[in-house]
């Protein structure tokens, strides 16, 4: 991944493939730095590989490329069983704005309560929640918006439960 040029974009191919995931995921990071009308479809199947931190490396590649050719791929990602690539895929969809309505009606469709909390713990860190609401709110009027504004806050209202439930200081009564 070190040495990576797009020449080797064949022999990278060949190398997702690998039986090692240590090399898939090394492939994965190299891809990230070729072109990405080669490597997406390589790094969109490699979303989907068995271990773990072979898709994150996949998720971490396919968003430096910024296109929102990707976003059903983060989405699906979104709802991965592990926790770290389900974090990555929701940075990555935080970084297409103009699109937080669809892939906020894209997150709901999927039915995954832990989806839809990672993507507003994402847009929470990063200062972005508060556009989402302002979009939404100013069309409240569409078919379908008041809907989307509850299931923001309703999942906002869980995160912020959970976050007092671990930061309350538990007391003992002594004897």
């Not at 080669?38 to 773990?52: E, H």
Request: net charge negative; with cysteine; glycine share 2%.
């Amino acid at each position: 991944a070190e040495v990576i040029s797009p020449e080797l974009g064949e022999e990278l191919s060949v190398l997702c493939q690998d039986s090692s995931a240590e090399v898939r995921a090394s492939v994965a990071r190299a891809l990230g730095q070729i072109q990405p009308r080669f490597a997406v479809a390589l790094l969109s199947t490699m979303t989907m590989d068995d271990v773990w931190f072979v898709r994150l490396r996949a998720i971490m590649s396919l968003a430096t490329f910024k296109d929102p050719s990707c976003i059903d791929i983060f989405v699906r990602s979104l709802c991965d069983t592990n926790r770290v690539v389900r974090q990555r895929a929701a940075l990555a969809l935080v970084d297409f704005p103009r699109h937080a309505k669809n892939i906020l009606e894209l997150i709901i469709a999927t039915q995954d309560k832990y989806a839809l909390h990672s993507y507003v713990s994402e847009l929470q860190r990063s200062g972005r929640y508060g556009d989402l609401l302002r979009i939404l709110k100013a069309q409240q009027t569409a078919p379908g918006h008041s809907e989307l504004i509850q299931a923001v806050e309703a999942a906002q209202q869980d995160l912020s439960l959970r976050e007092q439930s671990t930061q309350e200081p538990v007391t003992e009564t002594v004897k």
